[in-house]
């Protein structure tokens, strides 16, 4: 099983260019989300679809767009790059989420997006 | 509001000795921990989680933690290391949001380095 597939692996772009992740998994769950990941901060959230047809704001959501496309599919869009969302990007899902519980998160391998 | 601090952003360890990563929580409720591990340039896997059932929780790879509720602590780890082990480890906490479901935040992340 590939899991969850992000595409593309890496991405440079110019200040005020657009571009989309793309993320699918093949383990039929409920609830997708997208992380960034910085230097010295973690990961952060960005945004999470808890079920199909539902997406909601993290932890940073400002310069992002998601849509969920289908139960398989989360995509995310960034509307005119900046130099601050140089970053590694994960895309992850869970069975489904808790309104308070153990979600566990399967991660894909990761989009490596500069903006110059 | 739940939080994980992890102290120390580097742990550096000689091959086949014991290795002790930190993991502090602060949660209003009775949390829910994670530690996840990244290898270079892959994203994140499930070492283990802690959900109530038992404070000294087994995982993977041979690791271990054990949840301290008088220390608010989550520390992972393991008797031997190995030169495999090197990565980057990740505390983190499932966190009720505003929407109703729970999503993970996550600490900012130990390098452990092992050398031979």
């Known amino acids: 099983n590939a899991g969850v597939t992000q595409t593309p692996k890496f991405q440079v772009l110019k200040t005020g260019q657009s571009m989309t992740l793309q993320c699918a998994q093949d383990m039929n769950h409920n609830s997708m989300y997208w992380y960034r990941q910085d230097p010295g901060m973690g990961l952060r959230l960005i945004y999470y679809s808890a079920s199909e047809g539902t997406t909601d704001k993290g932890e940073v959501p400002n310069g992002y767009n998601v849509s969920r496309l289908n139960k398989r599919e989360f995509s995310l869009r960034l509307e005119s790059a900046a130099p601050s969302q140089t970053s590694v990007y994960f895309c992850?899902?869970?069975?489904?989420?808790?309104?308070?519980?153990?979600?566990?998160?399967?991660f894909g391998a990761g989009s490596r997006l500069t903006v110059l | 509001a739940q939080s994980v601090t992890q102290l120390g952003s580097h742990v550096s360890v000689s091959e086949g000795a014991l290795v002790l990563l930190r993991c502090n929580y602060s949660s209003s409720v009775p949390p829910y921990l994670f530690w996840y591990v990244q290898y270079p340039n892959q994203g994140l896997q499930l070492l283990l989680k802690y959900t109530s059932a038992a404070t000294l929780v087994k995982g993977i790879n041979g690791f271990e933690a054990e949840f301290k509720k008088s220390e608010t602590s989550f520390h992972l780890t393991k008797p031997s290391a190995h030169m495999s082990d090197a990565a980057e480890y990740f505390c983190?906490?499932?966190?009720?949001?505003?929407?109703?479901?729970?999503?993970?935040?996550f600490g900012k992340g130990t390098m452990l380095l092992v050398s031979p």
């Open positions: 983190a906490v499932s966190v009720g949001q505003a929407s109703g479901y729970s999503t993970l935040t």
């Open positions: 992850a899902s869970s069975e489904i989420a808790f309104t308070y519980g153990a979600n566990v998160l399967t």
